[in-house]
Nanobody, 115 residues
Framework: QVALVESGGGLVQAGGSLRLSCAAS????????MGWYRQAPGKQREMVAT???????NYLDPVKGRFSISRDNAKSTTYLQMNSLKPEDTAIYYC?????????WGQGTQVTVSS
């Protein structure tokens, strides 16, 4: 049974930082592409950052230079370091695992950036 458990969200002032974590179980983590997505109120869910099994990275343009995704295969955990946060980064952030063409999702963690 696949489980993705996010943590690290919260309320932060603009310009601040947060680090999200996603602990995975039930998957072969080292061979699975991982990612972070977000959904703001009234908007569609969008990809924020992904890290492939072999380490290649991809970022949403507005977060480039501010966010950094990483993975620790020994801990089956994916991280999203978010710096220089802006109010428009406010959203629910979801961890994603893509395995065998199937997407698995965590329950989401709220990130709120005040101006």
């Amino acid at each position: 049974q696949v489980a993705l458990v996010e943590s690290g969200g919260g309320l932060v002032q603009a310009g601040g930082s947060l680090r999200l974590s996603c602990a995975a179980s039930g998957i072969d983590f080292s061979t699975t592409g991982m990612g972070w997505y977000r959904q703001a109120p009234g908007k569609q869910r969008e990809m924020v950052a992904t890290v492939a099994a072999r380490g290649s990275l991809n970022y949403l343009d507005p977060v480039k230079g501010r966010f950094s995704i990483s993975r620790d295969n020994a801990k089956s955990t994916t991280y999203l370091q978010m710096n220089s946060l802006k109010p428009e980064d406010t959203a629910i952030y979801y961890c994603n695992a893509r395995m065998g063409g199937i997407d698995y999702w965590g329950q989401g963690t709220q990130v709120t950036v005040s101006s």
